[in-house]
């Protein structure tokens, strides 16, 4: 793994581990978010006409499978996983594409087809690595805030108890509601201690507890709870497979939405564990989009729905403060033991509708806040403007005009069935065309004992602003420039002009700095601090050791009486 700085609201980074008791109940913690998603099965049972027990069956595989694929997410060597607390669930971007499957051939095409998925995701992830092109900073932080975005219309339901049942806001559900999240809320800003590494818990506790006096939790749960067996053995692979060619499209859609939400998602995982993060590890993420393929062909083998990372338990991982990987191991653990008891189970698909809600909404807040920092982590330019706005009007047009997309050809009509899948393709088609004449150069002319600081810090914030580079690379590339020039004139290399051409194309900062005169030579010591006090050339010396310092490589050489130096910077 690559070297980080630990930001300082982390109180358990990725490489750290918790103590035994805090590790259990922060994978708890995670697993009572990670519950939320059981409805996607019920749901999907009821739309195919399917029975109490396919719903069981399918939420015990769920457990089993998604405890495996978290783990293997976690891993941080060998050829599978990304090495982050990354939880997998059975997510919405295999909803559509499933009961498309379960009406026309029940669940083992669901399952069948799911298999297929996992394949084709398989393979995109071998070549994910080479796509850096395609996600750059607008793009990543454009799918992670839309990841975020896409949960606001459903978490918002349960927040004030809108169900099948109820179609209008239930005015006690909505107090619960907010009562659990102001429990979050206070718990995570003033909370003492490591209070805050539990302040999601506590919360749900004091909105289990709440629906209990209040009558929200009644009989009808307390039936599931009581007729759940304490342990039953799960049987995978007891429905079978079957596969259609008609609904390759529709799985490959929803595995290449998996992968991009995947990509999104790791970028986040990978920012918020260090501080001086830059840019995407794309073979950290390829090793995060195999361990998601790994679990979509367990579910297709075993008999559950497709998978895809959990964004609500990323934003639960920066709100708290912990994001080792070590608790995706025990949240993994734990998952695969409740697939055997059923009972214990049972507490977590029992969870109140105002619970599950304040839940998300809480979340939800720390990844679209996480998706604007990386949009932000470079200057925007207009390039940048058009390739975020627009991708974001055109993916919330999903929700806030409800059919808009349905005349469009069968073919490509399930890539806009989601706010995030279309955004995601607007996001990337926008950042190629953008890339258009994206390479620049500029120059500048230094001349010694007449120019100064402020003309060259000047010349490459404009730049940059122009270009929309990241700030802390102009600065560093500004500050070698000025190095260069404060060193020639203290040797006095030179009387001529200096002639500095800045060349960028989102992915290299190139300076070349050329001018008539003596060759300067850039040390890799570090000049004494003797040679530094009595002397002008031991500054010199200094100056050129902080641009071979500064740069993630130099080269100085001479060519018929000109001098060049080359700095390059990775962007």
Not at 134 to 146: H, K, L, Q, R, Y
């Amino acid at each position: 793994m690559n070297s980080r700085t630990k930001p300082a609201n982390l109180i358990y980074d990725v490489d750290e581990r918790p103590k035994i008791g805090a590790l259990v109940l922060l994978g708890f913690q995670h697993i009572f978010l990670l519950a939320i998603a059981f409805v996607f099965p019920v749901l999907i049972i009821d739309s195919i006409g399917g029975s109490e027990n396919d719903a069981r069956h399918l939420i015990s595989m769920a457990m089993l499978v998604t405890g495996i694929a978290t783990i293997l997410q976690g891993l941080n060597k060998g050829p599978v996983g990304s090495g982050y607390l990354c939880p997998l669930l059975n997510g919405p971007a295999f909803l559509s594409a499933s009961i498309m499957a379960g009406k026309a051939g029940g669940l083992p095409l669901i399952f069948g087809m799911t298999f297929v998925a996992g394949i084709f995701e398989a393979l995109f992830s071998r070549v994910a690595v080479r796509m850096r092109a395609f996600f750059p900073a607008e793009v990543t932080g454009t799918i992670v805030t839309m990841v975020g975005i896409e949960v606001i219309p459903f978490s918002m339901k349960k927040f004030v108890g809108m169900d099948a049942a109820h179609l209008s806001p239930d005015p006690t559900e909505s107090a619960v509601a907010l009562v659990t999240i102001a429990s979050m809320i206070g718990l995570t800003v003033w909370g003492k201690g490591k209070i805050r590494l539990f302040s999601v818990l506590i919360g749900m506790l004091i909105g289990y507890t709440l629906c209990f006096f209040l009558g929200i939790i009644g009989p009808e749960q307390f039936s599931h709870f009581k007729e759940s067996a304490w342990f039953s053995l799960p049987v995978p692979g007891s429905y079978g497979l079957s596969f259609s060619t008609a609904l390759i499209i529709p799985f490959v859609v929803a595995a290449l939405s998996s992968a991009l939400k995947t990509m999104g998602d790791l970028t986040t995982c990978q920012k918020i564990n260090d501080a001086g993060w830059k840019r995407p590890d794309m073979k950290a993420v390829s090793r995060g989009i195999l361990a998601c393929a790994c679990g979509n062909l367990m579910s297709g083998l075993a008999g559950a729905l497709g998978q895809s990372p959990s964004s609500s338990n990323i934003g639960l991982s920066i709100a708290t403060g912990a994001t080792s990987r070590t608790i995706a191991y025990a949240t993994g653990c734990i998952l695969i033991t409740l697939a055997f008891m059923p009972k214990i189970a049972a507490i977590f698909v029992i969870m109140p509708t105002p619970v599950m809600g304040a839940s998300l909404i809480f979340a939800v807040s720390f990844m679209v806040l996480a998706g604007i920092q990386i949009m932000l982590s470079r200057m925007i330019d207009s390039r940048k403007t058009f390739v975020i706005g627009m991708s974001i009007i055109f993916g919330l047009s999903v929700d806030l005009i409800p059919g808009i997309y349905n005349g469009l050809p069968g073919a490509i009509k399930p890539f806009f069935q989601s706010s995030l899948s279309v955004a995601t393709l607007s996001a990337i088609i926008l950042n190629m065309f953008m890339r258009i004449g994206i390479a620049k150069t500029a120059y500048l002319e230094l001349v010694p004992g007449v120019d100064s600081s402020e003309k060259i810090f000047a010349f490459m914030h404009k730049q940059g602003g122009l270009w929309g580079a990241m700030p802390d690379v102009i600065d560093r590339a500004a500050a070698a420039i000025n190095e260069t020039f404060e060193a020639a004139e203290a040797k006095s290399a030179t009387e001529a002009p200096l002639h500095v051409a800045v060349s960028f194309d989102e992915f290299n900062l190139d300076v070349e700095i050329t001018y008539l005169g003596m060759r300067m030579v850039i040390p890799d010591v570090k000049p004494s601090e003797e040679e530094i006090m009595i002397s002008p050339e031991g500054l010199a010396k200094l100056s050129l050791f902080l641009i071979h310092e500064n740069a993630d490589r130099v080269e100085s050489h001479t060519k018929n009486g000109q001098c060049r130096i080359l700095l390059h910077y990775n962007h």
